[in-house]
Nanobody, 119 residues
Framework: QVQLAESGGGLVQPGGSLRLSCAAS????????MGWYRQAPGKQRELVAT???????NYADSVKGRFTISRDNAKNTAYLQMNSLKPEDTAVYYC?????????????WGQGTQVTVSS
């Protein structure tokens, strides 16, 4: 059974930092592109950042220079370091895993972790 368990969300003041973690189980972690998405109230879920198994990264323009995605394949864990947080970063953050194995595409989501940026 595949599980993506997010942790590290919480309440932080504007300008502060948080580090999210996503621990994966039930998948061959190295084979999957890991991603972070977020969904604010009343808005669609949007891409934040992705990191391929080999380490190539991609970021939404709104977080470039402030957020850093990384992964530790030995620990089956992906991370999102969020610095210089803004109130507009407030959202539920979801971990995502996507892989193509023997011609079949597999996608998995975590349950989400709340990030609130407020003074």
């Amino acid at each position: 059974q595949v599980q993506l368990a997010e942790s590290g969300g919480g309440l932080v003041q504007p300008g502060g930092s948080l580090r999210l973690s996503c621990a994966a189980s039930g998948i061959i972690f190295d084979w999957y592109t890991m991603g972070w998405y977020r969904q604010a109230p009343g808005k669609q879920r949007e891409l934040v950042a992705t990191i391929a198994g080999g380490g190539a990264t991609n970021y939404a323009d709104s977080v470039k220079g402030r957020f850093t995605i990384s992964r530790d394949n030995a620990k089956n864990t992906a991370y999102l370091q969020m610095n210089s947080l803004k109130p507009e970063d407030t959202a539920v953050y979801y971990c995502h895993a996507e892989g193509r194995i023997v011609g079949n595409q597999y996608k998995y989501w975590g349950q989400g972790t709340q990030v609130t940026v407020s003074s």
